[in-house]
Each structure stands twice: as structure tokens, then as C-alpha cells.
T-cell receptor, first 112, second 111 residues
Framework: SQTIHQWPATLVQPVGSPLSLECTVE??????LYWYRQAAGRGLQLLFY??????ISSEVPQNLSASRPQDRQFILSSKKLLLSDSGFYLCAWSLGVGGELFFGEGSRLTVL | GQQVMQIPQYQHVQEGEDFTTYCNSSTTLSNIQWYKQRPGGHPVFLIQLVKSGEVKKQKRLTFQFGEAKKNSSLHITATQTTDVGTYFCASSTGGGNKLTFGTGTQLKVEL
């Protein structure tokens, strides 16, 4: 069966520090991969999605970047965090176009 | 770009009352998906509707896709405390890979 792992689950970072969130999927090949962000009590904002290795589509211009070095690995990064980067980051995968999304447990980031 | 609005933003009900959340789009949707997110958790897929006028049921939950494929609704009959959470609709744009989520409806159920 397919599983998705996302880490770390929680982190507190100072403003200006770097960020790396990692997500891996097991049990499937060539998934579509997504990073969403959810501010407290708000909806889900699509940040990046990828349909294949090295293929990244950015939805919101900001100080975040994403990379897909392997088929089932998706990384969200920042060189310098801002206060506004605080939120709940969710990695997800799907198969095919318009398929249902399977979300990871999420990473709760607090920037101080 | 496509925008999917949901109403209401919040809903408090007494256990046993019914609940409905509505999802509206200014453009025709190729499909609509519904997700539930428990407090502190991650969204979990509930169902997908594809056909115009489609109605699907899951126990006490009834999902409907409008005839014009521009709106959808989720109705819960006789709510229970286990129904607490935020319900999101979502749709992909023109058959594309990215899924745009609605603003969500937060449901609280009181005993």
C-alpha cells in the first residue's frame, strides 16, 4: 500500500534562518507531488507541484523553493525565513490528472 | 484564475441537527472533490463528483454536483460529535494537475 512521510512534524525557527521540509512517498511510481500551506484557521494554498523528477511548477512567488531530486521525494526549502512563512505545511501526492490527493501528516512551522 | 468559494465559513450546530456547506465557482468545474480535516490533522479525501447533477451518499453524508457544474454541496444528516472538523471542496482547473481548494467550512457540534 502507498504511504507518505513528511518531516519534521514541528519546528520553531528564527527569522532569517533556512528551512528544509522533506516528503517521501512509498508504494507508487511517478506520482504527482504537491506542497500546500495552511495559515491558522485558513484554507489550503498551493505552493508548488511536480509531475516528474526535476519538474517544478510554482504557484505563488515568495521566498520558498521546491525540488524533486528523486521520483518519490519532494523538498521544500527557504534560504531566509520570514515571519509570514509560519503555518502548517502539507505534502500530498496523487496519481494521474485530477486524482484524489493523499496528504502527509503535515509540518507545523513557527517563525519567531 | 479559478476561485472556489465556500459558505458558510463557520457553523455551530447541536448534535442531531443537519448541516450543509456550499461550494460555488464562477467557472465550470471539470470535477469536484470533498475533503475533511479534523482539528490538528491533515485533509482526508471523502469523495469525487464528475457528472452534471450527480448525487452520491456515504451513510449520513450526501454530496451533490450542480447541473451547470459550477456548484456543489455537502449535507450531513443528524450530525454527531465525530463530524467536527473543516470541510473543503476542491477542483482541478480544466483537467490540469493542480487542485484548487475552497475556503473551507468549519463545523462545530455541541452536545
Amino acid at each position: 500500500s502507498q504511504t507518505i512521510h513528511q518531516w519534521p512534524a514541528t519546528l520553531v525557527q528564527p527569522v532569517g534562518s533556512p528551512l528544509s521540509l522533506e516528503c517521501t512517498v512509498e508504494g507508487t511510481s511517478n506520482p504527482n507531488l504537491y506542497w500546500y500551506r495552511q495559515a491558522a484557521g485558513r484554507g489550503l494554498q498551493l505552493l508548488f507541484y511536480s509531475v516528474g523528477i526535476g519538474q517544478i511548477s510554482s504557484e505563488v512567488p515568495q521566498n520558498l523553493s521546491a525540488s524533486r531530486p528523486q521520483d518519490r521525494q519532494f523538498i521544500l526549502s527557504s534560504k531566509k525565513l520570514l515571519l509570514s512563512d509560519s503555518g502548517f505545511y502539507l505534502c500530498a501526492w496523487s496519481l494521474g490528472v485530477g486524482g484524489e490527493l493523499f496528504f502527509g501528516e503535515g509540518s507545523r512551522l513557527t517563525v519567531l | 484564475g479559478q476561485q472556489v468559494m465556500q459558505i458558510p465559513q463557520y457553523q455551530h450546530v447541536q448534535e442531531g441537527e443537519d448541516f450543509t456547506t456550499y461550494c460555488n465557482s464562477s467557472t465550470t468545474l471539470s470535477n469536484i472533490q470533498w475533503y475533511k480535516q479534523r482539528p490538528g490533522g491533515h485533509p482526508v479525501f471523502l469523495i469525487q463528483l464528475v457528472k452534471s447533477g450527480e448525487v452520491k451518499k456515504q451513510k449520513r453524508l450526501t454530496f451533490q454536483f450542480g447541473e451547470a457544474k459550477k456548484n456543489s454541496s455537502l449535507h450531513i444528516t443528524a450530525t454527531q460529535t465525530t463530524d467536527v472538523g473543516t470541510y473543503f471542496c476542491a477542483s482541478s482547473t480544466g483537467g490540469g494537475n493542480k487542485l484548487t481548494f475552497g475556503t473551507g467550512t468549519q463545523l462545530k457540534v455541541e452536545l
